[in-house]
């Protein structure tokens, strides 16, 4: 008997660690996504401005602030 409640017991926390890892893996696919769009605007942000071409407001000030939107 102490075999078989053994055997559950550890069905029963595996079943709890497999639950636990998808919501680790979920969590670190939106953290390397989030990370990989900053960076790329990051990128793109440095690319204009090193080519002269970033946003610029009415008075030709370069757009150098993150933006408030979020889609």
Known sequence: MDLKKENQFLL?????LKETLKVYQNH???V???YSVEKYRS???KNREADGTAPQDSDGN???GKSVANY
Do not use: D, F, P, S
């Open 62 to 64: 370069t757009y150098r």
């Open 32 to 34: 390397i996504e989030c």
């Open 12 to 16: 029963e926390e595996n079943k709890h």
């Open 28 to 30: 670190l696919e939106r």
């Open 43 to 45: 990128a793109v942000q």
